[in-house]
């Protein structure tokens, strides 16, 4: 317990990782670049709208995420969300779908062909493929599902997860999950059913079926009361430039506020993004850092818009909608955030929040991107037959917005182990290495303290 930990970020992860920690009796310092916590985690309030332009909920499907609420002491702001906003819209030949969630919708829905539907009955006696690690998500998709599924189900799904590209992500290490279902039971169908009884008995939930949650005040809430527990463990403005091993014990080098300070510990985590990890353990290992330069972070426009709900056509009955590329937008869909969550627009107002961009369209942007805006402005009116000018408009860019899991993306995990292996006062993390969700991020967080234990022993 005498033993010196330091984290390097202050998103999720790093922040639940140092909450495991603490809880459990060690010493922590949490080295932070910014002058405020969250990473990603950004949510503003302004003429009665509530934004969150960095993740806009989380999906329940860990235990551990209830563990995280209740030891913080906010249950009295974790919220569900709306039932209202269960249905999900997909846009096909310019008109907005709803996605079958059942047997029965999917017989009636026009969103696919008879052709297509026919196909899915094929899926259980489809072999095995030799290599996820080598497989794009597209070509598990098409050989299982048929092309037709792919474009109008998971090129729009993907976009709206990773903002990516279903050509160049690897389904077994950015859909781990889906591809096991393969390798263990044989096929999606199968495994969907079997694979239920696993997560009944392990008390997890698949993404699907987990109830979506986030907070009266937003996502921010989450990292800012792990802040309030870890406020006196925390160092703000803090830009880590290196770390260097020194015999036994690891020397980490910050800059804060322009002055360099250096820090000793006996065990590192890191949960800072890739890019940015590169820079800082580039002394110590130049393939670690090629490693993970090497790891792609496409550009996001977040959009937020707020409108009369006078003006608005469509009904305001579901998540939102999400665009295949095929259908040829310059935008990856929406979310109707005041549908999903209470209180996130003024009384009679609805709010939605637009993505731009991602892997599917990096070249969109420009120095001024007014242009491109008014455009998806333009584009969303129309599809949501909107009869008036928005109200509220406000925006932020992501340079580095994701990271993805592409093919070849193994490469990158196993040299991280085995950096690991021979670094054993050195522990990686964050969403470039354990999935990029919310809830994916607070498990990574446990295996991190679990690793960190280990190490210290």
């Known amino acids: 317990m005498n033993k010196k930990i330091v984290i390097i970020g202050a998103g999720i992860t790093g922040l639940a990782t140092a909450h495991w920690l603490k809880k459990d009796g060690y010493n922590v310092t949490i080295l932070e670049s910014n002058s405020v916590v969250g990473g990603s985690m950004v949510t503003e309030k302004e003429n009665g709208y509530l934004i969150d332009f960095g993740p806009n909920s989380g999906l329940e499907t860990s235990p551990l995420i209830k563990t995280l609420v209740d030891d913080l002491e906010i249950k009295d702001k974790f919220i569900y969300a709306n039932k209202a906003g269960n249905k999900r819209y997909i846009l096909r030949d310019n008109i907005l779908h709803v996605l079958p969630m059942g047997l029965k919708d999917f017989i009636k829905t026009k969103l696919f062909s008879t052709k297509a539907k026919l196909r899915l009955a094929l899926e259980p006696f489809i072999g095995k493929s030799k290599d996820g690690f080598y497989q ?151 393939e670690l850092s090629n490693h993970l330069n090497n790891i792609y972070y496409p550009p996001v426009l977040v959009l937020y818009l707020g409108y009369d709900k006078k003006v608005i056509g469509h009904p305001l009955d579901g998540f939102g909608f999400l665009i295949p590329s095929k259908e040829k937008k310059k935008f990856l869909g929406a979310l109707w955030s005041s549908v999903i969550f209470d209180d996130r627009a003024p009384d009679g107002k609805a709010s939605f929040t637009l993505f731009v961009g991602g892997a599917r369209s990096p070249e969109l942007f420009s120095d001024d991107n007014k242009k491109l805006i008014d455009e998806v402005v333009q584009e969303f009116e129309s599809l949501m037959r909107i009869s008036g000018k928005h109200e509220f408009m406000k925006s932020k860019f992501w340079n580095y917005a994701i990271p993805q899991y592409n093919i070849g993306y193994i490469e990158h995990a196993d040299y991280f182990a085995k950096f690991e292996e021979s670094n054993k006062g050195i522990l990686l993390g964050g969403n470039y290495t354990g999935g990029i969700s919310v809830g994916d991020c607070i498990k990574s967080s446990e295996v991190l303290f679990n690793k960190a234990k280990e190490r210290l022993l």
């Open 136 to 286: 794009s998500i597209s070509d598990f998709v098409t050989r299982r599902l048929g092309r037709e599924f792919l474009d109008y189900a998971i090129n729009p799904f993907v976009a709206g997860v990773f903002a990516g590209d279903p050509d160049k992500l690897s389904v077994k290490s950015a859909f781990p999950k889906l591809y096991r279902l393969e390798e263990l039971y044989g096929g999606l169908i199968k495994g969907t059913i079997k694979g239920a009884r696993e997560r009944k008995k392990s008390g997890e939930k698949s993404k699907q079926n987990a109830a979506m949650f986030s907070f009266k005040d937003g996502m921010l809430s989450l990292p800012n009361a792990l802040y309030s527990e870890l406020q006196n463990d925390i160092i703000l403005n803090a830009a880590v430039t290196s770390v260097i091993k020194d015999e036994n014990i690891y020397k980490i080098t910050f800059n804060n506020n322009g002055v360099e300070t250096t820090l000793n510990a006996d065990l590192v985590i890191s949960t800072a993004p890739s890019y940015v990890a590169s820079n800082i353990f580039g002394k110590m290992d130049s």
